[in-house]
Structures are given as C-alpha cells and as structure tokens.
C-alpha cells in the first residue's frame, strides 16, 4: 500500500513540474509564432487527450515525463516552412529552449514564496546561531579542534552563518579544506577542517550539530514512543539525565541502551513530563539501528511574512540550493565527491510519500526543492538536454553559421547513450540506499 501511495504522489510531483517545464516551452513557442504540433504528458504511445487547434494535448504511456513537438524541432527536418523552429532566428530559439527550465526556476521561487507567506520556520529569539551543540568523537570536526559550546562566526569566507549555510558548506566540501572561524571563552580561533566523504550518500560530513531545542518531527506508528503518548510539536529536555541537544545525542544514547528502557523527560506547552521508553531494533532505509521511533527536527516558531519579505527569502533560498547543486557537481567531476548523492526516480518517489503523508507543507517544499534541481539539470550543456541545445545554439550564434547535420546527430546520439547510463545509474544508486549495508 505505501509503494502504491508513493507512485501516486510522484505523479502528482512529477506531473506538475513537467506541466510547468513544457508550458514554457509551449508558451515561448506560440509567443513567436511556431507550430506547435504536440503537447504530451508522459512518452511513448498515445493514450487519449483532446486536439486543440493545430496541437494535440495527449497523455502517453509511461508517465515519467513529456514534451512539446514543434515543427522542424530537430536537426535535418525541414525548414521551408516559415512557421517551423529551426527557421526561426536564432535569439528566438534559444529562448524557446530556455523557457522550459526558467518555469521550473519560477515553480520553485512561487512556492516557497506562498509557503512563507503562510508559515516561515524562524529559531526561537533564545537560539544562538552557529552554535555547536555536538562534536561526534573521531570526526573531522573533532580533528580540526572543534568543541561542543564553540560558535561559528564565520566559514569558508561566509560570516555570521546561518546553521543552513554551515550544512550546505559541509556536504558540497567532502575532501576540501574549510576555513572555519569559532568563538570560544570570549576570543576567537582559526580552524582547517576537511569534511570526509559519506560513502553511503556521497556527501560531505564534518561530525558536528547545531546547538538548539530539539523537537520531535514525527513519531513511527506502532513503536514505543507512540504508545507511550509522545506526539509531534513535543520538545525533548533529556534522555537519562543527559540534555538532548541534537538528535545525533539521541541515536548515541539509544544505542547505549542497547535495547534497556530509558528515561525521556520532555516538554508540553510548557509543563515538563517523564516517561519511559523502550527502543527497538529497528531497519531503517537499510540501516539497522536501536530507536524509539521519533524522527527529530530543532524546534523552530513559524511567522507569517509579508509578500516582498517572502520572495526575498524565497530567491535568497533557492540561490543557496543552486549553488549547492552546482558545488556538489563541481565535487563529482572533481572526484572529490561521490555520484552516490544523486537521486533517482526511486528515491524521489519514497520523498515524495513520505512529504505527503506529512502534510501539505512538507510536499510543497519538497516540489520546490525537485523543480530546482530539475531546472539546473536540464541547463547542463549535455546534448539532448536543455542545456546542450542551448549551448549549439550559442556556438552557432558566435560562429555565425549553422554546424554541420552529422556534427549536431552524432551529438544528439552521444548525449541520449549519456542520458540512459545517468539513469541506469541513479536507478541502481536509490537500490543500493533502501537495501541492507553490506
């Protein structure tokens, strides 16, 4: 039933991006007075739809997916026709080509601006930030120097970091000096940490958490904690006397229980409670670990921003998400980094139920978060994507005449035998990730 409620809403996911990606394409194209000939949701053959002027709207076969079919659209057809795309100056190509993904860039800047407007997560005025609550032993962070109680000032040139920007400094920096700058007993010290590569997400990893007060994001049905009464909005003040300040302090005090009941003190509006909980030796996403069955997150205050407010931290979000999509890239083909943190069709699809089942919120942020990873893939200048187009067309505008038919065709093929090796490869990536190490 949960794969079925999953497949379900990456549909849903899946079916709004690539609405959107092709409108701009559509749009852009009947803007400048090209023949649109289909307009299809999904590829493959032709399931049913409804014919509209001169295109026909249709839904295919296999879902994943969909296109516009202009006239004269790919190298070789022919260009008589003053109505096709290839005779079409090259200006108005290029942003035909270009409109598809600049819609996913708008998706993604759209939603997050209703969502802020609706609720936007602040930290409590308490919360210091860049605070560092954990510093696991061995870890990079331990080996730079770092100590739980330090605060980050400033990291790789970014001053006054928000946790958020120290994280995304983090995973796009496996195997990469950090400078970091901490606050301790009044004065400052300057720290070279190098993040290790997570081999199972193939990110970056420093061993360090935020100091903050930690509340509970979910709660696994079935499992102790449930039926000991601890709900979502909760706030965790201990586990066997010992303050919860990040949820790596949690799994650590778990696992030390090796199974024994503990003691959980937490907090509900206000009163403070004590229960106790027994873990279970859980599979979680093919890891295998003692949990009571709480998911943790650190206790934000949601606030209602106004329109220009809202789309300020909407863009100012997604330029971070950007440039961390591009580090991590960077990372890769710097070999530096691991194609292990790309995600697949499968692992989306378990996101995306797990969002949904969460809350309209959760979803939304997650459609925002895949739009734009969306857009920035598809402006890679690899052949059969966007981006490659774009990229032949901008050659071609500088040498002012057009490649040659071969040249453009056997790019075309190289870029699709590309495309597929990607997808076999994050297909066998999300595999690896749900199935049991080793």
Known sequence: ???????????????????????????????????????????????????????????SAILFGGYVKMAGEQPGEDAVDPRSFQAKPRWQRLIIVFAGPW????????????????????LPE?????????????????????????RIIAIDGKRDPSWEDIIMKEIASANRTMEVTVLRDGGRLNLTLTPELDERNGIGRAGWAEQAEIQIGSVMAGMDAEQKGLRRGDILVSVNGQPIRSSYRLRELIKASQG??????????????????????????????????????????????????????????????????????????????????????????????????????????????????????????????????ILMLLMEMTIRRDLSLQFKETIMKLGFVFLMAVVVFVIYNDISKIMPQG
């Open 260 to 389: 024994k009941p503990v003691e959980v003190v937490y907090s509900r509006e206000g009163a403070q409670h004590t229960i106790s909980v027994t873990p279970k030796f859980t599979d979680m996403d093919g890891t295998k670990s003692w949990m009571i069955g709480v998911g943790l997150e650190p206790r934000v205050t949601y606030v209602q921003l106004g329109f220009g407010e809202a789309l300020s931290e909407s863009v100012q979000h997604n330029i971070r998400s950007a440039t961390l999509i591009f580090r991590l890239l960077e990372g890769i083909v710097q070999q530096r980094m691991s194609a292990k943190s790309l995600e697949g069709p499968i692992r989306i699809a378990q996101l995306s139920g797990d969002a949904a089942r969460e809350g309209a919120a959760p979803f939304l942020g997650l459609m925002a978060m895949v739009s734009l990873n969306l857009a920035v893939f598809n402006l890679l200048p690899v052949p059969i994507l966007d981006g490659g187009s």
């Open 103 to 122: 819609m996913n860039i708008v998706l993604a800047v759209a939603i997050l601006t209703g969502l802020y407007m609706y609720q936007y997560p602040k």
């Open 126 to 150: 308490s919360a210091v930030a860049g605070m560092v609550g954990l510093v696991l032993p061995d870890s990079a962070a331990a080996k730079a120097g770092v100590k739980e109680g330090d």
């Open 1 to 59: 039933m949960v794969v079925l409620e999953n497949f379900g809403w990456v549909l849903v996911l899946i079916g709004v991006m690539v609405m959107i990606h092709e409108l701009g394409h559509y749009w852009a194209a009947r803007y400048f007075d090209v023949k649109v000939e289909t307009f299809s949701f999904g590829f493959g053959p032709r399931l049913f739809g409804f014919r509209r002027g001169e295109t026909d709207f249709r839904f």
